[in-house]
């Protein structure tokens, strides 16, 4: 019961039958006490006038009056003043109420703005935090890429001398082939630091993003490899160009996009997406794969970090990198059913 009535106010449906209901009973107690009651109509109007505002209020006291004069008998000059009486009652009730409704649609208002300004600057400081952390570990990786890289030259090329004397031994044949495949593949990885560590400044120009996405689906359509996978282009018509570094966002995209093709099983989708309004684009890669642990979406873009079996770690640190230099943003996001969707928010040119 105590529930029935503490729901009264938030549910309008509840209203009307709850002020019909108290009125009814105000008008049977001022019946039965032959017309001397009439102070009780006062709880019908109050609760009218609380729930309704003014509208209700005055209503109440309306019919209030009514019924006392019908039905509670006696016309004189008290029952005038009880009427009088109802009438103002109904109109202070409503005016506190509706300024106390005010009010606190004022503080529901301020407290929705500092949890906004909250999320914000905590979003801040945690971004602060993977700068500072990202600036180190890119310090770190810059020095040792340059001490690795040197001996690793030399190794290097003493395996190509070696190939180049055409050893008849098919086992040495094989040592040196080894040998010089992973100088490659270390080569490439301490190449992926340093553009990590010391990424080279954005071009920055005006760049209309049809002909960008028109060459990461074809570039991304030779890292399909055999797996079936379709891909997909949906573009808001009449997008505004952008203020980025082309090649850089090609890279970002096609980086996206094959590890979405990668992600994605046989028969599966992946959609390349852009809408935007007057003040950014947003242009999104979905997969819908094996997706990502909610624990670790948020590591995704810390360098070193991978969920993949050979991955390195430094594809999505070095794109968010870039996304950082260019004034944009690069975002993770798992899907509300498979897969995941990355989305590159950009600033969309002023037009003058």
Request: net charge neutral; proline share 5%; with cysteine.
């Amino acid at each position: 019961m105590r529930k029935f009535i503490e729901e009264i106010p938030e549910r309008p449906a509840l209203r009307r039958p709850a002020i019909a209901c108290t009125l009814g009973i105000a008008w049977l107690v001022d019946w039965q006490m032959g017309g001397s009651a009439g102070v009780v109509y006062a709880i019908p109007v109050a609760l009218a006038a609380a729930l309704e505002g003014w509208a209700g209020g005055l209503a109440a006291a309306a019919v209030s009056s009514a019924c006392a004069l019908v039905f509670g008998g006696g016309h004189g000059l008290a029952k005038v003043l009880e009427w009088i009486a109802l009438f103002v009652l109904a109109g202070a009730t409503a005016a506190a109420t509706g300024r106390e409704r005010r009010l606190r649609r004022h503080f529901e208002e301020v407290a929705g703005q500092l949890s906004s300004v909250y999320e914000k600057v905590q979003a801040n400081f945690e971004g602060m935090k993977r700068v500072e952390r990202l600036s180190a570990i890119g310090q770190l990786s810059a020095g040792l890429a340059h001490e690795i890289r040197n001996p690793l030259a030399s190794i290097s090329g003493a395996a190509g001398i070696l190939a180049r004397n055409g050893d008849p031994d098919a086992k040495n044949a094989k040592c040196v082939e080894i040998i010089t495949s992973e100088c490659q593949r270390l080569d490439g990885l301490l190449t992926n630091f340093l553009n990590f560590a010391r990424p080279r400044p954005p071009r920055m120009q005006s760049t209309a993003l049809e002909p960008v996405l028109e060459n990461v689906l074809a570039l991304a359509g030779h890292g399909v490899r055999g797996k079936t996978v379709r891909l997909e282009k949906r573009v808001e018509p009449g997008l505004q160009p952008v203020e980025c570094d082309p090649e850089q966002l090609e890279q970002v995209l096609l980086n996206l996009m094959i590890n979405a093709i990668e992600a994605s099983p046989d028969g599966g989708t992946v959609t390349l997406s852009a809408t935007g309004d007057e003040s950014k684009i947003a242009i999104g890669v979905k997969d819908h794969g094996h997706g990502v642990a909610a624990a670790h979406i948020d590591r995704l873009f810390d360098p070193f970090f991978t969920t993949k079996e050979h991955g390195t770690g430094l594809g999505l640190p070095v794109a968010h990198q870039i996304m950082r230099q260019m004034g944009g943003s690069l975002l993770a996001q798992a899907n509300a059913g498979e897969g995941m969707t990355f989305s590159v928010v950009l600033p969309a040119k002023v037009q003058v």
